[in-house]
């Protein structure tokens, strides 16, 4: 099984830019995808952006699209979720996932892995 612990959110000014960091650890290897979530008060927790480990395939939602980029540092087993450009309705805890596999998902239930979350709100 594989642990996961998020770093990195804060408040910020709308237009402004966060950078949030996911540490795995434990049973981790090369053939994960690794997803951001994220869930806004009384609101469903909806996917953000997702990467494979090996290769580097992407896949972002809609709604942030050309404003938030995910990355890995395979050497520290790390992914990032640099986010530019926010708004408040970016507002939400951030949650980085594992999934077990090569196709990246977006569905919050292909995920088996998840971490406590960190805050990111944005003020207008």
């Known amino acids: 099984q594989v642990q996961l612990v998020e770093s990195g959110g804060g408040l910020v000014q709308a237009g402004g830019s966060l950078r949030l960091s996911c540490a795995a650890s434990g049973r981790t290897d090369s053939r994960y995808v690794m997803g951001w979530f994220r869930q806004a008060p009384g609101k469903e927790r909806e996917f953000v952006a997702a990467i494979r480990w090996s290769g580097g395939t992407t896949r972002y939602a809609d709604s942030v699209e050309g404003r938030f980029t995910i990355s890995r540092d395979n050497a520290k087993n790390t992914v990032y979720l640099q986010m530019n450009s926010l708004k408040p309705e970016d507002t939400a805890v951030y949650y980085c996932?594992?999934?077990?596999?090569?196709?990246?998902?977006?569905?919050?239930?292909?995920?088996?892995?998840w971490g406590q979350g960190t805050q990111v709100t944005v003020s207008s």
């Open positions: 996932a594992a999934h077990r596999g090569v196709v990246v998902v977006r569905g919050r239930n292909d995920y088996e892995a």
